[in-house]
């Protein structure tokens, strides 16, 4: 017989047993789904992410060790969570990211994925995926250079659609992520969805989400009713719209279109929110547990973690968090998010 608990390992229970309690939040809803925040730096400005009050940001080293974010996620998988995506900030400046993908992999099956923008990933995507990188989401937010240099405060398109391919070239599952501001790019959602449609590509187009300082309001603000609209009219055809994705794959609504392997999606945060079906939770990259991104409590595990803390500790500590999580973010009822964070340290 295998031993199960070999005396070298850390303090966890086997795999095999993990997942007989779960882990649920206040409301009862099971959460699976793991999202970390790996660093604050980033090589772009988004004016939908930085707060735009024409400072620089403070580019600080990350919070936690290549250990430290292995170690805490482990502790999220002993409880049922099923799959983790690493954000930032731009996590591909971590030179470390392969060794923690590799340290996570195993723990939720291969289902680690990740979010990029792609400015160093064709140098790095056969290493990605070596390490156990299942897939990723890159953040493109335009098709054409001039309106992705004024919304990222830097050229280099062409680098990124090389990163794309080479990605893909890898054996890696890629999709485009688009957040909408309407007055900046919604003239590039069309041509993006050909991009899609030619390339066989998924992109899913992200309704415009208030952040801290990000110079959020209304006018700038496009549903995915209006969305979906414009796609329709711009590429002169009906989409076809897909049963719903399991949790884990996201809250996209997704759309086929005729002829072609491209789909599209969109992620309605504000007009039409799926709180009731929540299933994620996030770790800060100060190794903060957010249990909602808009608001709810807040517990940092990176100094229990640096002081010994036990595995069942740790485990206290997130389930009493994910008890207090929220129903719903604020906005549902008119309110604006109280955030502490801002996009870049939360991962999103």
């Not at 897909?242 to 504000?270: H, N």
Request: hydrophobic share 40%.
């Amino acid at each position: 017989m295998p031993v199960l608990f070999p005396a070298e390992a850390p303090p966890q229970p086997p795999r095999m047993l993990r997942v007989r309690d779960g882990l649920k939040d206040g409301l009862g809803r099971g959460i699976t789904y793991l999202r970390v925040s790996v660093t604050e730096q980033c090589n772009l400005a988004c004016v939908y992410c930085k707060p735009r009050t024409g400072q620089s940001q403070r580019q600080e080293a990350p919070a936690m060790s290549r250990n430290e974010v292995v170690a805490l996620v482990k502790v999220f998988t002993s409880l049922g969570i099923r799959k983790v995506r690493l954000t930032g900030g731009e996590p591909l400046l971590r030179r470390d990211l392969e060794t923690i993908i590799a340290g996570i992999s195993p723990e939720v099956d291969g289902r680690v994925h990740l979010t990029t923008n792609g400015f160093h990933l064709a140098r790095r995507a056969r290493a990605l995926r070596d390490a156990g990188l299942a897939g990723l989401n890159v953040s493109l937010d335009a098709a054409e250079g001039r309106t992705f240099e004024r919304l990222t405060q830097k050229k280099g398109l062409t680098k990124v659609l090389v990163g794309i391919e080479a990605a893909r070239a890898v054996g890696l599952r890629a999709k485009l992520n688009t957040v909408v501001l309407r007055g900046w790019n919604e003239d590039q959602i069309v041509p993006l969805a050909r991009l899609a449609q030619r390339e066989g590509l998924q992109v899913r187009f992200i309704e415009f989400m208030p952040y801290l300082g990000n110079g959020w309001d209304r006018d700038q603000f496009m549903p995915a009713a209006e969305i979906l609209q414009t796609i329709q009219e711009g590429l002169g055809l009906e989409l076809e719209e897909e049963p719903p994705l399991g949790l884990e794959e996201g809250p996209a609504r997704l759309f086929r279109m005729p002829g072609s392997e491209g789909k599209v999606g969109v992620i309605s945060t504000l007009s039409t929110d799926f709180c009731a079906r929540c299933n994620r939770v996030r770790l800060t990259s100060r190794g903060e547990l957010k249990a909602c991104l808009f608001g709810g409590p807040t517990v940092g595990l990176l100094e229990p973690l640096r002081n010994h803390a036990s595995h069942e500790d740790l485990v206290q500590l997130i389930r009493r968090t994910l008890t207090d999580k929220l129903a719903c973010h604020p906005m549902r009822s008119g309110d604006q998010p109280a955030l502490a964070h801002g996009m870049w340290q939360v991962g999103g």
